[in-house]
């Protein structure tokens, strides 16, 4: 049975970091890209960063690039988020996510950027 399960999310204020975790289950992570989604209250989710299965190769969404780092634990079959310099605007759910036959999703954890 296919699981992903979030954690690492809390209240940071701004400049701050965090670092999300993905533990997944039933599959192995290698072989699939992962991604990590947010949604802020009142907007669509959106995708901010990827790690594909192929050479590791990462991307970002223009508003985290610098900040973000995805990557992944194969042994521990664990995705991260590392986030660091956080702002206000980073505040929202985050969710794990990957399509294998079909789209699986976490619970999501949330994130809130706040002095």
């Known amino acids: 049975q296919v699981r992903l399960v979030e954690s690492g999310g809390g209240l940071v204020q701004p400049g701050g970091s965090l670092r999300l975790s993905c533990a997944a289950s039933g599959f192995t992570i290698s072989r699939y890209t992962m991604n990590w989604y947010r949604q802020a209250p009142g907007k669509e989710r959106e995708l901010v960063a990827a790690?594909?299965?192929?050479?590791?190769?990462?991307n970002y969404a223009d508003s985290v690039k610098g900040r973000f780092t995805i990557s992944r634990d194969n042994v521990k079959n664990t995705v991260y988020l590392q986030m660091n310099s956080l702002k206000p605007e980073d505040t929202a759910v985050y969710y794990c996510?990957?399509?294998?036959?079909?789209?699986?999703w976490g619970q999501g954890t949330q994130v809130t950027v706040s002095s």
């Open positions: 996510n990957s399509l294998i036959w079909r789209e699986y």
């Open positions: 790690i594909l299965s192929t050479g590791d190769s990462t």
